[in-house]
């Protein structure tokens, strides 16, 4: 079973960067993809990027589009979300997902996810 771990996260400007590291072990359960999330307290747990790890194909929610980067260290088993330009409604638990449920159309979507890292925490000030 893959197993997770989030690093990365901290307290940075507005208009900052910050990169987030989601190392993983083990070996996948169901899709090949690693997704980026984040959540506010309250609120659902927001799709922001993914990867396919056997292809390389992202995807980008628009709300992050030009702004975030997701990449991968093939020979690491590591994915990272690379966050430019940063704004305090970014600050949030930020949260790697693996194990998509085969046949997913959209993976961004939470509920397609089995396997989940601890989260790190960014926090954006103004």
């Known amino acids: 079973q893959v197993r997770l771990l989030e690093s990365g996260g901290g307290s940075v400007q507005a208009g900052g960067s910050l990169r987030l590291s989601c190392a993983r072990s083990g070996a996948f359960a169901g899709g090949t993809s690693v997704a980026w999330f984040r959540q506010v307290p309250g609120k659902e747990r927001d799709g922001l990027a993914a990867i396919y790890t056997d292809g390389g194909r992202t995807y980008y929610a628009d709300s992050v589009k030009g702004r975030f980067t997701i990449s991968q260290d093939i020979a690491k088993k590591t994915v990272y979300l690379q966050m430019n330009s940063l704004k305090p409604e970014d600050s949030a638990m930020y949260y790697c997902?693996?194990?998509?449920?085969?046949?997913?159309?959209?993976?961004?979507?939470?509920?397609?996810?089995?396997?989940w890292g601890q989260g790190t925490q960014v926090t954006v000030s103004s």
């Open positions: 997902a693996a194990d998509m449920r085969a046949g997913a159309s959209w993976p961004l979507e939470a509920y397609e996810y089995s396997t």
